[in-house]
């Protein structure tokens, strides 16, 4: 059974950094991209980067590029997304999620198949 499990979130003061975690079962890295999300209250999922199981390949939104890291350990089998330079807009509950690796790498939510309970994320000073 594929599993996700994000953590890492917290509050933090604006201009701040954290590093989120995305803990998934064995060879979730090997056939899926991994996406991470995020959704503030009332307002729509946003996709913010994918990092693809093909070739590393990474993709941001615009709205976190050059601010926003993701990286992945085979090993730990883990996904990470550390963020930088946080802004209060930032805030929201933060999720991962897997598409078909055989998928050109996306942040589109409804190529997502599966995802995680999420992490919350609060940037306030």
């Known amino acids: 059974q594929l599993q996700l499990v994000e953590s890492g979130g917290g509050l933090v003061q604006p201009g701040g950094s954290l590093r989120l975690s995305c803990a998934t079962s064995?060879?979730?890295?090997?056939?899926?991209?991994l996406g991470w999300f995020r959704q503030a209250p009332g307002k729509e999922r946003e996709g913010l980067s994918c990092?693809?199981?093909?070739?590393?390949?990474?993709v941001y939104a615009d709205s976190v590029k050059g601010r926003f890291t993701v990286s992945r350990d085979f090993v730990k089998r883990t996904v990470y997304l550390q963020m930088t330079n946080l802004k209060p807009e930032d805030a929201g509950v933060y999720y991962c999620a897997v598409e078909n690796r055989y998928l050109d790498c996306s942040i589109y939510d409804d190529r997502y198949t599966d995802w995680g309970q999420g992490t919350q994320v609060t940037v306030s000073s």
């Open positions: 064995e060879f979730v890295l090997d056939y899926y991209n």
């Open positions: 990092i693809s199981a093909r070739d590393g390949g990474t």
